[in-house]
Structures are given as C-alpha cells and as structure tokens.
C-alpha cells in the first residue's frame, strides 16, 4: 500500500503546477480588463489624456524619450486654431427620450398630414441617403430623430448645428415608419423651396430645355417613378397642378429616391400660374395616354376622340357639336390639336409635356394650354386591344424620346458648324 500510494504521488504531482499557471493567467486577463488607457488617438490626430483619481500617480517612464522624438509628437495635439471636423470636436449635444416623451408622435402626426404639413412648412425624410440627399442640396434640417449615434455622425458635422438631436428607442421608430424594414433614422425638416435650392453640379450640366406638366397625378408611386425619369432625361423643371397628390408626401419621396433633390419642383399650381414657369417660347404638348390614331385622325368629333374618355368634362361641355352663328359651320368644342406619333420631331423649342392621371386623364385646361402654344398630342402606339400605359411608363417613354431628339439636334448643329 506504501508503494501504491507513492505512485500515485507522483502521478499527481505535475498536475498542481498546470493548475496554478492557469489560475496565475486568469488573474492577469482580469488585470488587463480593469486597465483604462492613458490616451486616446482618434482617427482625425487629436490626442486626449485620461485624468487620473486623485490616489494614483502616474508611473515612471522605463526610459526617457529622445527630444528629436517629443518634437515629433507634437503635431498630434489638437491646435486651438484648428477647425473642428468630428461629431466628438464641435461638442454637439443629443437628448435621449424617456417613457412616455411624445415628441416624436406629436410631430409625426404633423407631417403625415398634408394640411398639416402644408400649415406647419415641414416634411418628413427616412433613411439615410434621402437624408443626406435633402442636407447636399440646402435643404433645412429640424429635428432628427436616431436610434443608434452612428447614424448621426455619418452626417455632416457643419449642418447638424442648431438641429435638435433626439435619441429614441427603435421600437418607436418602427412603429411610426412606413418602411418594411426601418434604417433607424427619422428627419424633420422645412419644406424646401426650389429658388433657394442647390442642386448637383451634374445634374445642372446635363440639363435640357426639357419641362414636365403633371396633371390629376393622384398615385404616390407613380409621380415618385415620374420625378425619377424627369432626373434621369435631365428635365429642367417639373409642375404639378393642383388635384396632383402631395410631392412632399413619404409615399412620393420614397418612390423619388431622391429625385427631389436633383431637379426643381413646383407644387400645387393653378393653371393659369403655369407658363408663368415656362420660357416664352415654350410649346406644350399632351401625351394621348388612351384613345386610337385612326379615329383621332378621321374625325374631329369630340365623341370620336379616345382621349375625351373623362366625365369630368359633362360639366363643362356637351359632346355635341356647336353651331357658328355667322358662318353656320359646325365646330366642336374641344381645341384642336394635331396628332402625331411620339418619335416624330417635336423638340424645336422648348418644349414641355403634360402627363395625366390614369383616371382621368388630361384635363381641358391642359389642352388649351396646348392648343395656344401650338402643341400637338403626342400618341404612344400600343397594341389594339390593349389598355392604356401606366402614366409613369409613359412619361418616361416621351422624356427619354425628348432627350435623344434634343440631342441629335445638338450634334446636327455642331457638324454644321464645322462645314461651314
């Protein structure tokens, strides 16, 4: 039993050191969690110190640095001269929202409204690019509301001054977001005016004589997919009548992807308002978003006429025809206005197109408007049978084919200029 137990001894003795190594090794991770730096480097240069408890002194340098190396070392430090470029620098301050802060659903109440939206002068933008889109062009920032503090210092430090920073719980922005998956971000901003506007460079080189007549627009998405062509073919300018759905609605940002911010828009105008935004010159044209070529071109009947397809009109006119007292000639009561395929020639001067609603169509006034400038309606063929284009497909179809017009017309007029 002696002899047993002495083995056993001595099979158990490696074991105590291994145990006590990795005790001793615990300890020191322990240690190390417990250490807070000296200094901190941030990526700008600035250098910043750790103020020490008034019980421990700092401890000595194992050996002194070079004076050649100190010299070195100093342009690490922060200069007072120096003009702040992080969120850390300009000593920019948030409020965190507590239970029960209704700041953020009184002020979404007001921008989900249009009336109150229009009253109060804001809009509401989510998501960080169509947020820092909107910050690009000029437009004013209000409030901002964040889940996460990243989300804020991706933004541009010089244009959060003055803008109230409010963090929230994600749960309430989810809950107040119109988005299936929320990015954490919700800004309130002033609703932006197109004169004050700073729109890219780019998109201001490329821009053409090109304008965009939006009439009873009513879709959210498609005006959205409409102002994205219009940025797209490089039009100047966009309108939108009244009866048109709210440019400044989330729906229509959402679907604009930024759009807003890449070409000037116009909203909620009047008719009468509307060459007052257009060159002199100008000649506007109307899509013939339903109707066939045939009829439209034998007949001038204003019954023959696809496009005469709205009851809105009973409570103008009749479709019937009207006699002139002195001549004793018929005549309808709709402007006559010229027919033509939608690839002919139509962009000798400046020229701007007006899109109707899928509802309703183009309206009366948008056709004498044409019929006084000396328009003509653009038809898009399509197969017999076949209903009419989504207004966006159609807009993006006359736009782009205006485009490709202006620009052969250019190149035709720069080779001119060389033979001669």
Same mark, same amino acid.
């Given at each position: 039993m002696a002899m047993l137990a002495k083995g056993v001894c001595c099979t158990m003795r490696p074991l105590l050191p291994v145990v006590q190594t990795w005790n001793l090794n615990g300890r020191r991770w322990v240690r190390a969690l417990r250490r807070s730096p000296v200094k901190v480097v941030f990526p700008s240069g600035e250098v910043v110190e750790r103020k020490r408890s008034p019980g421990k002194q700092p401890r000595k340098a194992a050996?002194?640095?070079? =004076?050649?190396?100190?010299?070195?070392?100093?342009?690490?430090?922060?200069?007072?001269?120096?003009?702040?470029?992080?969120?850390?620098?300009?000593?920019?301050?948030?409020?965190?929202?507590?239970?029960?802060?209704?700041?953020?659903?009184?002020?979404?109440?007001?921008?989900?409204?249009?009336?109150?939206?229009?009253?109060?002068?804001?809009?509401?933008?989510?998501g960080r690019r169509l947020i820092?889109?909107?910050?690009?062009?000029?437009?004013?920032?209000?409030?901002?509301?964040?889940?996460?503090?990243?989300?804020?210092?991706?933004?541009?430090?010089?244009k959060l001054k003055g803008v109230s920073l409010i963090?929230?719980?994600?749960?309430?922005?989810?809950?107040?977001?119109?988005?299936?998956? =929320?990015?954490?971000?919700?800004?309130?901003?002033?609703? =932006?005016?197109?004169?004050?506007?700073?729109?890219?460079?780019?998109?201001?080189?490329?821009?053409?004589?090109?304008?965009?007549?939006?009439?009873?627009?009513?879709?959210?998405?498609?005006?959205?997919?409409?102002?994205r062509s219009a940025a797209g073919a490089g039009c100047s300018k966009v309108l939108l009548t009244k009866g048109c759905v709210d440019a400044w609605e989330p729906k229509v940002l959402r679907a604009g992807m930024g759009a807003h911010f890449q070409v000037p828009v116009i909203n909620n105008l009047e008719w009468e308002t509307v060459p007052?935004?257009?060159?002199?010159?100008?000649?506007?044209?109307?899509?013939d978003n339903c109707g066939?070529?045939?009829?439209?071109?034998?007949?001038?009947?204003?019954?023959?006429?696809?496009?005469?397809?709205?009851?809105?009109?009973?409570?103008?006119?009749?479709?019937?025809?009207?006699?002139?007292?002195?001549?004793?000639?018929?005549?309808?009561?709709?402007?006559?206005?010229?027919?033509?395929?939608?690839?002919?020639?139509?962009?000798?001067?400046?020229a701007a197109v007006v899109i109707g609603g899928e509802t309703h169509g183009v309206s009366l006034e948008s056709l004498q408007l044409a019929e006084s400038t000396g328009g003509k309606r653009l038809l898009i063929p399509v197969v017999p049978g076949v209903d009419s284009l989504n207004s966006a497909m159609a807009a993006s179809i006359l736009l782009f084919e205006g485009k490709r017009q202006l620009r052969l017309r250019v190149e035709h007029l720069n080779r001119d200029r060389r033979y001669h």
């Amino acid at each position: 039993m002696a002899m047993l137990a002495k083995g056993v001894c001595c099979t158990m003795r490696p074991l105590l050191p291994v145990v006590q190594t990795w005790n001793l090794n615990g300890r020191r991770w322990v240690r190390a969690l417990r250490r807070s730096p000296v200094k901190v480097v941030f990526p700008s240069g600035e250098v910043v110190e750790r103020k020490r408890s008034p019980g421990k002194q700092p401890r000595k340098a194992a050996s002194k640095t070079h =004076p050649q190396e100190q010299g070195q070392k100093q342009p690490l430090h922060l200069s007072p001269s120096r003009t702040p470029s992080t969120w850390e620098e300009t000593g920019l301050h948030y409020d965190k929202a507590f239970p029960g802060d209704r700041r953020l659903s009184n002020i979404m109440t007001i921008v989900k409204s249009r009336p109150f939206r229009d009253k109060q002068g804001k809009i509401l933008l989510e998501g960080r690019r169509l947020i820092a889109d909107a910050l690009k062009a000029g437009a004013v920032p209000k409030v901002f509301f964040f889940s996460r503090l990243e989300y804020i210092k991706e933004l541009p430090v010089d244009k959060l001054k003055g803008v109230s920073l409010i963090k929230v719980k994600f749960e309430d922005i989810k809950d107040w977001s119109d988005l299936v998956a =929320p990015q954490g971000i919700i800004g309130i901003f002033a609703k =932006p005016d197109h004169v004050k506007m700073t729109y890219p460079e780019t998109q201001l080189h490329h821009s053409l004589p090109l304008f965009l007549i939006c009439d009873n627009l009513r879709d959210p998405g498609n005006l959205g997919t409409i102002l994205r062509s219009a940025a797209g073919a490089g039009c100047s300018k966009v309108l939108l009548t009244k009866g048109c759905v709210d440019a400044w609605e989330p729906k229509v940002l959402r679907a604009g992807m930024g759009a807003h911010f890449q070409v000037p828009v116009i909203n909620n105008l009047e008719w009468e308002t509307v060459p007052n935004y257009l060159p002199p010159d100008t000649r506007v044209h109307v899509a013939d978003n339903c109707g066939l070529y045939a009829q439209a071109q034998m007949s001038t009947k204003a019954s023959d006429h696809g496009w005469v397809c709205d009851r809105r009109f009973l409570k103008f006119h009749k479709f019937e025809e009207e006699e002139d007292v002195e001549t004793g000639d018929s005549k309808g009561w709709l402007p006559e206005i010229e027919v033509q395929s939608y690839d002919l020639d139509w962009t000798e001067a400046p020229a701007a197109v007006v899109i109707g609603g899928e509802t309703h169509g183009v309206s009366l006034e948008s056709l004498q408007l044409a019929e006084s400038t000396g328009g003509k309606r653009l038809l898009i063929p399509v197969v017999p049978g076949v209903d009419s284009l989504n207004s966006a497909m159609a807009a993006s179809i006359l736009l782009f084919e205006g485009k490709r017009q202006l620009r052969l017309r250019v190149e035709h007029l720069n080779r001119d200029r060389r033979y001669h």
